[in-house]
C-alpha cells in the first residue's frame, strides 16, 4: 500500500455503521470529494489527468475491528491525455474510462480517515 491520503473526518459515516444508510452516506461523501482530494491520479491507467466527470463510487468490500473501518471501494471515473492545446493540433481530446480500487479506513473514536490506492 502507497502512502495513504488523510480525509476530511467521517464521523457521520461511522454513526450510519451497520444500517442501510451507511452505503449510500459513504458514496456520497467519497463522490463529492472528487479529484481534489481523492488519490484518483494515482489510479490512472489510460490518461494522464484525472476528471470529476461522471464520478461513481461502489463499496467492494467492509471490515470492521474495534478500533476502526476498513472499506475497499471502487472508482469509476474519466481522464484525458493532456496534449499541448496548440490550436492547429487536429486531435481532439478524448476523455477515457478509468477504474481503480481504494482501502478506506476510518478510525471508530473520531472519524479520522485516510485512502490509498490499491497496487499503485
Known amino acids: 500500500m502507497n502512502d495513504p491520503t488523510p480525509l476530511p473526518p467521517m464521523p457521520i459515516c461511522l454513526e450510519a455503521l451497520g444500517t442501510p444508510r451507511f452505503n449510500t452516506m459513504l458514496k456520497e461523501a467519497l463522490t463529492r470529494l472528487g479529484v481534489d482530494v481523492l488519490p484518483l491520479q494515482q489510479g ?66 473520531d472519524g479520522t480517515a485516510r485512502i ?3 497496487g499503485s
Request: aromatic share 6%.
Open 44 to 109: 490512472l491507467r489510460n490518461g494522464s489527468v484525472s476528471l470529476d466527470k461522471d464520478l461513481s463510487i461502489t463499496i467492494l468490500d467492509l471490515r470492521e475491528t474495534p478500533e476502526r473501518v476498513m472499506v475497499r471501494v471502487g472508482a469509476f471515473y474519466s481522464s484525458v491525455l493532456a496534449g499541448c492545446a496548440c490550436a492547429d493540433d487536429p486531435s481532439p481530446e478524448n476523455e477515457y474510462p478509468e477504474y481503480c480500487e481504494m482501502d478506506l479506513e476510518i478510525d471508530r473514536p
Open 116 to 118: 490509498s490506492v490499491v
